[in-house]
Structure formats: C-alpha cells, structure tokens
C-alpha cells in the first residue's frame, strides 16, 4: 500500500505551501488516514512480542473503568486525553504500548 502524497512526512521546509481555506474540515480525515494506521500497526498490540521484549521497551497503561468512581463526567474526558497523548508518544518512539 502506499502513503497517499498530501499524507507522507516531508522535512521541515520542504512542503509546497498551500492555501488554509476559511472554514477547515475534518470530514473524510480519519477514512483517509486509516489504512495509513492499519498498514503501519499503529494500534496493533501483539502480546507474544511484548512479552518477549525487554521491560524498558514496553509501556503499559492501566485504567479502570470509566464509572468505577460514579457516573460519566467531563473529568473523564480530560483523563482519558492524557492517557491517549501518552500512548501515542510512547507508539511514536518505539514502545509496545
């Protein structure tokens, strides 16, 4: 599979400008990201290959259950951001997470 041109990394610099329209969309982003995701693994957790790799190379998360401490409210949005944000950071530098 390849990574469409307007979605492949380009050095600091090297992109050709482009315009900013006045009202951005996301609609479309994620179906045209996600086969770039499924291709690189980028959820991909394989437990066998974690298991076998040094400690220091795996990151783990772990979470309760989103009402375990009373009913759903905006706090657990915020946690969850920063569980995500990790886990991403974590993926981008290698980790099984």
């Known amino acids: 599979m390849t990574i469409p041109p307007d979605l492949q990394h380009r050095?600091?610099?090297t992109a050709a400008?482009?315009?900013?329209?006045?009202?951005?969309?996301?609609?479309?982003?994620?179906?045209?990201w996600a086969p770039?995701?499924?291709?690189?693994?980028?959820?991909?957790?394989?437990?066998a290959r974690a298991?076998?790799?040094?400690r220091e190379q795996?990151?783990?998360?772990?979470?309760?259950?989103?009402?375990a401490s009373g009913s759903l409210h905006v706090g657990h949005v915020f946690s969850y951001t920063h569980t995500d944000a990790l886990a991403r950071y974590q993926r981008m530098t290698g980790k099984e997470v």
């Open 11 to 13: 050095p600091t610099g």
């Open 17 to 32: 400008p482009r315009q900013v329209p006045d009202k951005p969309s996301v609609d479309g982003l994620e179906d045209r």
């Open 36 to 47: 770039v995701w499924a291709q690189q693994g980028t959820y991909r957790f394989d437990r």
């Open 51 to 54: 298991l076998a790799l040094p």
């Open 58 to 67: 795996v990151y783990a998360i772990d979470t309760p259950p989103p009402t």
